[in-house]
C-alpha cells in the first residue's frame, strides 16, 4: 500500500450509510465550499504574486484565513484531477486517466465514494455547478453521485466544434445541463461568455436557500475557466491589464466575492470551510492566454511543479489563524479523509490513498505528513516522478515531456507547438532550495535517489507503470457504458 495508514484509517467508505443525523450534529458541522478552477496558474492571483490581475475578494480570503504555497494535484490534467479531489484516490487507482471527451464511454464507477456522497450520508445539501469531465453519460452525472443539483458544462469548454483547431466534426455541439437534462443543446461563444457569471448565480441561489434552512450545505463550483477559449462578460470583458486572461481572472475572483458576501448575510460564514484552488497549471502553450507559474518548471500537461503545484487558500475562522501561510506539502487525494476527520465522518469500503493531514498542516508539534511519499502519474498510466512526503525531494524519473523551451506560447486563442524533450535517467531536485527544478543533485543525494527509486517501485506494484510496463495490483476500474446507451 502507498500509504502507512490506509489499513488503520477511521475514515473509511462504504455506500450504505444512514443519510438521516440528528439535527444538533448537524448544525456543528461546517459548510463546506470548494471552488475548483480550471488550468489556473500558480502565480495568477494576487495572494501568489499576480502584479497585472486584480484578485481583491481572494486578497481577503488570504487575508482572513491561510494560503497553502506547497498544495499538489495528483494529476496534470483535467478529469483526472477532478477524480482525486472527490474521491481520495489517486485516479489511476479508479481508471480515470486524462481528460475525458465527448465521445468516452467511461466515467466514475459507481462503487467509488465521492465527497459528496460522504458529507450527504451525513445531512449536507449538496450541489455542483461548473465543469464535471467525470462521464457525461447518464450513470456518471453529479446527481447519481452524490450531488442533489447540478449545473454547467460536462467536460471541457474548448470540446465544441468552435474550437480554433477543431477539424469538421471532430466535436459534438457543447451541451449546458441541469441537473440530468440537457438545457442547451448548443453552447456558442456568446454563451461562453456569460458562464461565469451563471455560476456565480447558480452558487449564490443555493447557498441563499440553505443557509437559511440551519441543515449544512456543501457547494462544490468548478469553474470551466481559465481553462480556453476565454471568455469574460461585458462587466469584465477588457478591464484589466493583463488581457483577456485577466479578464477572465478577474471575474472568478468577483465569483467568490459574491458566494462570500451570501454566506456573511446569512450569518454562516463562520461556520463555512471555503477552498479555493485549481485542477492543474496553466496551459503554457495558450501564450497570452495562458496563465504564470511563475518561478516554477514547465505548466500543464508535465509532472514538473508548473504542472501539479497550485495555488491553494483556505478560510474557516477559528481552524485557521488568519493572514497565515504555511509551506506544509499535501496533495489534493488529502481533502477528503482530512474533511471526514474534522467532522467525524466514519465509513467503511474500499480505501482511500489519501489521508488525514489535519495536524500537519496546522503544524501541531511533533506532526508529520503519514504519507511515504506521493506518485505523480500523467498520460497513459506513467510514472513520471515521486516525491518525499514532506515535499523537499521530487525525483524526475525517465520519461518524453512536453515543453516550449523557453519560447513564447501562442497569441489570439492559438496554441503553439510544444517540443518533446527527455529525461535520460533519474534527476533529483530540492524544491526548497530550487522550486525551479533545474539543478539536478542526484549525484550528491544518492541516499535520497535510493529511498524516492524505492517508493517508486512499490507505486509501480501497487498502480502499475506503462513506461515499465509493470501491471497494476491494486487499482478498480472505471464505470463503463455499453455502446447504444446514454
Known sequence: MLSPLLGMLAICLSPSIPHQQKADDQKNRPNIVLIFCDDLGYADIGPFGAKNIRTPHLDKLAKNGRTFTNFHVAQPVCSASRAAILTGCYPNRIGIQGALGPQARHGIHANEVTLAELLK????????VGKWHLGHRSPFLPTRHGFDSYFGLPYSNDMWPSHPEAKKGSYPKLPLIRNDKIIDDDVTPEDQATLTSQYASESVRFVDNYA?????????LAHSMPHVPLFAGPKFAGKSKAGVLGDVIEEIDDSVGQIVSTLEKNNVLENTWIIFTSDNGPWLSYGEHAGSAGVLREGKGTCFEGGVRVPCIMSWPGKFEAGTRSDANFMTIDLLPTIASQL????????????DVWEWIQRKPGATNAHEGYAFYYLDNQLQAVSTADGRYKLQLPHNYQTLSGNPGGTGGIPSKYEQKRIVRPELFDLELNPAEDKNIAGVKPEIVAKLLSFADKCRQDLGDSLTKTKAKGNRPAGIVSPGDN
Open 121 to 128: 450520508g451525513v445531512g449536507y445539501q449538496t450541489a455542483a
Open 344 to 355: 467525524q465522518i466514519k465509513r467503511k469500503g474500499p480505501p482511500l490513498d489519501g489521508v
Open 212 to 220: 437559511k434552512t440551519g441543515r449544512p450545505f456543501f457547494l462544490y
